[in-house]
C-alpha cells in the first residue's frame, strides 16, 4: 500500500509538471513570435536584394576589369624584359667567346 501512494504521488507531480510546461512553452512561443513579428518589417524583400547584387555585380565587373588591364600590361612588361635579357645574354655570351 505504501508503494501505491508513492506512485500515485509521483503522477500528481509529474502532471503538475508538464502541465506547466505547456504553459511555459506557450508563453515563450508567443514572445518568439513576437519578436519575429518585431523583426519582419525590417527585412530586405526580393526586389531589394535584387537590386543590391546588380550594384555587388556591376562593382565586381570594374574591379575585374582593372585587374585584367593590370595583368595585361604587367604580362607584357614580362615578356619584354626577357626577351631584352636574353638578346644581352647572348650578345654578351658571343662577345665572351669571340675575345677569347
Known amino acids: ?15 503538475v509538471h508538464v502541465e506547466g510546461k505547456h504553459k511555459h512553452d506557450d508563453m515563450r512561443l508567443h ?8 523583426v519582419l518589417p525590417a527585412l530586405a524583400t526580393k526586389e ?3 537590386k543590391e547584387i546588380g550594384a555587388v555585380r556591376a562593382e565586381m565587373h570594374q574591379g575585374f576589369t ?11 612588361r614580362l615578356v619584354c624584359t626577357m626577351v ?4 644581352a645574354l647572348v650578345a654578351a655570351t658571343h662577345f665572351i667567346l669571340k675575345s677569347g
Open 66 to 76: 582593372a585587374v585584367h588591364k593590370e595583368l595585361h600590361a604587367l604580362t607584357w
Open 1 to 15: 500500500m505504501g508503494t501505491l501512494r508513492k506512485v500515485d504521488s509521483r503522477i500528481t507531480r509529474f502532471k
Open 31 to 38: 514572445e518568439r513570435m513576437t519578436a519575429a513579428e518585431a
Open 84 to 87: 631584352t635579357v636574353g638578346t
Open 48 to 50: 531589394d536584394l535584387a
